[in-house]
């Protein structure tokens, strides 16, 4: 089976410009969850994604959106960009009915920069 | 305070020691899970834990409920262990939950 796919890999963007990274699962798995990675930050949740319905969501203001479609592949959109945007972002996708007691398999992520 | 801390944050061994990583968490959860992050960015799923204990190959996670504490051990290490390792936990909560993560312990073993 291939792996979890996130594309693109990198990304610069300006501060005020808009983004939308892409994110395929693993084939079978319904469940994505998206998360942002900084050095002073370390790991942080952004929500999570079930049948095309978020699930969960992370203490992230608005500007952070995403979207599953009937695939299960998801979008994740960053409006506004600030210079604090800039991160790792990871997605990672689990089978059976994802939440807790489901492995998480993770993404290669997108390292965005904002300028 | 965090809801997860790790320690130690950084930790050097030699190859072939025993080495522990340890996790503390202040909140209810469902399940914690250990991950491996190479230098690079990907993240590997090592373990997922409600209760008990598991092992896999040099690798062992442990976990406290009572005490909200966990371990990550490796057995003879090998420079090839060199990683962050992150603990998360799932905060219960019905059918919302909330995953939270340790800042990460950085371990180099050196050869």
């Known amino acids: 089976k291939a792996g979890v796919t996130q594309t693109p890999r990198y990304l610069i963007k300006t501060r005020g410009q808009q983004v939308t990274l892409s994110c395929s699962p693993i084939?079978?798995?319904?469940?994505v969850s998206w998360y942002q990675q900084t050095p002073g930050q370390g790991l942080q949740f952004l929500f999570e994604y079930f049948s095309e319905t978020q699930r969960n969501k992370g203490n992230f203001p608005g500007r952070f959106s995403g979207r599953q479609f009937s695939n299960s592949r998801s979008e994740m959109n960053v409006s506004t960009l600030e210079l604090g945007d800039s991160a790792l972002y990871l997605c990672a996708s689990s089978g059976g009915t994802g939440g807790p007691y489901n492995e998480q398999f993770f993404g290669p992520g997108t390292r965005l920069t904002v300028l | 305070k965090n809801e997860v801390e790790q320690s130690p944050q950084n930790l050097t061994a030699q190859e072939g020691e025993f080495i522990t990583i340890n996790c503390s968490y202040s909140v209810g959860i469902s399940a914690l899970h250990w991950l491996q992050q190479h230098p690079g960015g990907g993240i590997v799923s090592l373990f997922m834990l409600s209760s008990g204990k598991k092992k896999h190959g040099r690798l062992i996670a442990t976990i406290n409920i009572q005490e909200k504490h966990s371990s990550l051990h490796i057995t003879a290490s090998h420079p090839r262990d060199s990683a962050v390792y992150i603990c998360?936990?799932?905060?219960?909560?019905?059918?919302?939950?909330?995953?939270?993560f340790g800042k990460g312990t950085l371990l180099t073993v050196n050869p």
């Open positions: 084939s079978g798995h319904r469940s």
């Open positions: 998360a936990v799932f905060n219960s909560g019905g059918s919302n939950y909330k995953l939270t």
